[in-house]
């Protein structure tokens, strides 16, 4: 890589946060006959307080997967009309939690939901292991407000490295320059040859200026100037044989 450093394309503002993962537990018989009880007494329950008691026992000692059933009513509005109140406390109880079966329930929470509640759904997923969050956070990159857009990369921070470089390919393909330019960004603060690939994409992106930009990224990472994408995409080919993973030249 060369040496010295360059103005990056605007960088997110990025808010660092954590979000501890969970697993789901595994409940005994016995457990599973207590947490069927609690999920009726939800449904039972006279008003919202007593719906958020319930909640909070569940998540205290109860939390198994068998929950699900319960979070999908709340999510979809089956069997009344939650507020937001209790929706938002469902969605906090499955914050975290490192399985891909909670993301269709997400996916049904950004039905009709707020800009801070679009923000609280992304970040629900964020510890999620399966691939498959890649494309639900992606979603975000597509919102119509910039704040939600770019929770998507602060989740980011929580993923896999692998995941990660995905999300912010995803980001710099997106339709919005703003979310779009610092994905790309992001990617060339840890370029590496494992994620040349990634910013290559940036020369195929919808918008004129990331593909321009990608061709100021990878001018500066390789010590080279192209003057248009096809060259840069030849050029790498050939040469890609010269770099080490650090996107050093080793001849």
């Known amino acids: 890589m060369q040496a010295g450093s360059r103005p990056l394309p605007a960088m997110a503002p990025r808010e ?25 007494e939800f449904r039972q329950a006279p008003g919202d307080q007593a719906r958020l008691v319930a909640l909070d026992r569940i998540d205290a000692g109860f939390y198994g997967r068998e929950w699900l ?18 929706r938002a406390r469902a969605v906090e109880m499955l914050a975290g939690n490192t399985s891909a079966a909670i993301l ?4 049904l929470a ?51 490295a692998d995941h990660k470089g995905r999300l912010f390919a995803r980001a710099m393909l997106g339709r919005h320059s703003d979310v779009a330019l610092a994905g790309l960004a992001e990617l060339e603060v840890d370029a590496s ?30 010590d080279e100037d192209f003057s248009d994408p096809e060259q840069a995409k030849s050029w790498w080919k050939e040469n890609e044989r010269h770099f080490d993973r650090d996107l050093n030249r080793v001849d």
């Open 110 to 160: 950004r039905k009709d939901a707020g800009e801070a509640e679009r923000i609280q759904i992304v970040m629900a997923a964020a510890r999620v292991r399966d691939r498959k969050v890649v494309d639900f956070i992606a979603g975000a990159f597509d919102d119509s407000s910039a704040n939600v857009r770019f929770s998507g990369l602060d989740a980011a921070d929580l993923l896999s």
């Open 104 to 107: 269709p329930l997400l996916e």
């Open 16 to 40: 660092r946060r954590d979000i501890a993962p969970r697993d789901f537990a595994r409940l005994t018989e016995e457990g599973e006959k207590e947490l069927q009880s609690l999920i009726q």
């Open 193 to 222: 040859l494992a994620s040349m690939p990634l910013i290559l994409q940036g020369l195929s992106a919808p918008l004129p200026e990331v593909r321009e930009e990608t061709l100021s990224t990878l001018g500066f990472l390789l």
């Open 69 to 86: 059933e319960l979070a999908r009513e709340i999510l979809a509005g089956e069997g009344g009309n939650y507020s937001a109140e209790v």
